[in-house]
């Protein structure tokens, strides 16, 4: 059974650069059949999508974050990574993890257990 | 970017009732959605992919329906479990976006 497993600090300061790992159990993120994603929500507010990342290297991001994200994949390690630069109180959010099937469209599932970032001096 | 509109924001409702949310789109999307059931402290959990296709475990009450630019989840008969937030995912092009989200509340 598949499993994810976000980390990283729960605590970040204004304008450094936030970096949370997903670590997958159960799997290989080497499968052509399946991209992975990053996801956050900010207290009391909707879900919005950060970006994924496919093994064979194409990524796509949400360009409402200008250009601070970067995902990266560690097929040694089976991980894939996160980092936001530049942060400020408003990206103090709980980020998920998460892998996508592409077939009938797709859809993310299963997902990391979440982990809260705050960002504060 | 499309643009996810769901409602209603708010539904309060009893255990055996039947609750429909729409989710309409600002632009087709062909079948391209799914469901999400969010609660506290916890990750989304899928319910619905492919605009109808039940995720493998999920009770039979859930149902989805729509293409194009209009989706519906019903569920026939609202159970204590199902007090929630729902979210719809259009997963046709990027970027990826959600609807604002369905919280479902005890009557």
């Known amino acids: 059974q598949l499993q994810l497993q976000e980390s990283g600090p729960g605590l970040v300061k204004p304008s450094e650069t936030l970096s949370l790992t997903c670590s997958v159990s159960g799997g290989s993120i080497s499968s052509s059949s399946y991209r992975w994603g990053w996801f956050r929500q900010s207290p009391g507010k909707g879900l919005e999508w950060i970006g994924n990342?496919?093994?064979?290297?194409?990524?796509y991001y949400n360009l409402s974050l200008e250009g601070r994200v970067t995902i990266s994949l560690d097929t040694s390690k089976n991980q894939f990574s996160l980092k936001l630069s530049s942060v400020t109180a408003a990206d103090t959010a709980v980020y998920y993890c998460?892998?996508?099937?592409?077939?009938?469209?797709?859809?993310?599932?299963?997902w990391g257990q979440g982990t809260l970032v705050t960002v504060a001096s | 970017d499309i643009q996810l509109t769901q409602s209603p924001s708010f539904l309060s409702a009893s255990v055996g009732d039947r609750v429909t949310i729409t989710c309409r789109a600002s632009?087709?999307?062909?079948?391209?959605l799914a469901w999400y059931q969010e609660k506290p402290g916890k990750a989304p959990k899928l319910l619905i992919y492919?605009?109808?296709t039940l995720q493998s475990g999920v009770p039979s009450r859930f149902s989805g329906s729509g293409s194009g630019t209009e989706f519906t989840l019903t569920i026939s008969s609202l159970q204590p479990e199902d007090f929630a937030t729902y979210y719809c995912?259009?997963?046709?092009?990027?970027?990826?976006?959600f609807g604002g989200g369905t919280k479902v509340e005890i009557k």
């Open positions: 632009q087709g999307i062909s079948s391209h």
């Open positions: 995912l259009q997963l046709y092009t990027y970027p990826l976006t």
């Open positions: 492919a605009a109808s």
């Open positions: 990342i496919h093994y064979s290297g194409s990524i």
């Open positions: 998460a892998r996508r099937k592409e077939v009938a469209g797709g859809w993310f599932e299963p």
